[in-house]
């Protein structure tokens, strides 16, 4: 008798798969409830986050195409949410090119399976991470919040998307469709934990960036106007030194140094 099966539901493990074309599974989800394991069910990343708050499984299985939100947005979505940040993510998926898999892992990933898969490995690697997961030390569990911790994860979840779309931002509007929400709670929540509109942000993190790059690399100023998305080398200009005080150029001769008033997500105390 499989001594898994004779365990207590709470004390079963609990996985939650968020993949659209669940035909493409069937075989893993029997071979995973064969094990014992409880198992839930999500069809897109937006609906595996709320899935992920509500039930607070063990371990999620993630896959990356899917339609309202993709899984790479979900698994920021869910790093960024206290209430899920603990829980490991192991992606699912088709999406074989090296830039997906590093986004995978960048994106909160503890693991990347690429489809087809065996069903042993993928066995094994939810056991394996299990395993890491109960030998942590254990934390107080976190309960989703009202609007204050709702706003804060807002941001940091639309934060780290915008980290790597800064020279091509979506609108307000596809932003907060990415983050399933809307453009009157993502302003409102931007306004209440940064003191800043969303394009303020941006403004910021490009006048960050653009610093680094000057400091750090040899490329000509047009070369990193560019490389952020101005418009012009005299825009980048003009923005640069609205924020700073000095022109890239002088900011360069100089040694230049952080911007004092620039704003981190990483490192805010407000929003930790």
Known sequence: MNNTLAQPAEATPHLLIIDDRLDELRLLIDVVRGQGYRLSIAFDGAQGYQRAQALQPDLILLDVHMPVMNGFDASRLLQSDPATSHIPIIFLTSASDLDSRLEGLTSGGVDYVIKPFEQEEVLARIRIHLKSKNSQEPQE????????????????????????????????????????????????????????????????????????????????????????GFSSPANFATAFRAQVGITPSEFREHGGGPPATLTDINDSASIE
């Open 141 to 228: 569990a976190v309960k989703p919040g009202g609007r204050s911790q709702k706003d804060m994860t807002l941001v940091k979840a639309a934060c780290s998307y915008l980290s790597t779309r800064l020279s091509k931002p979506p609108t307000q509007e596809k932003l907060a469709q990415a983050l399933n929400t809307n453009e009157k709670r993502l302003i409102r929540a931007f306004r209440k934990e940064l003191n800043l509109t969303v394009f303020e942000y941006i403004r910021e993190q490009r006048i960050k960036q653009a610093s680094q790059m000057l400091l750090e690399t040899s490329l000509l100023i047009i070369e990193i106007a560019e490389e952020l």
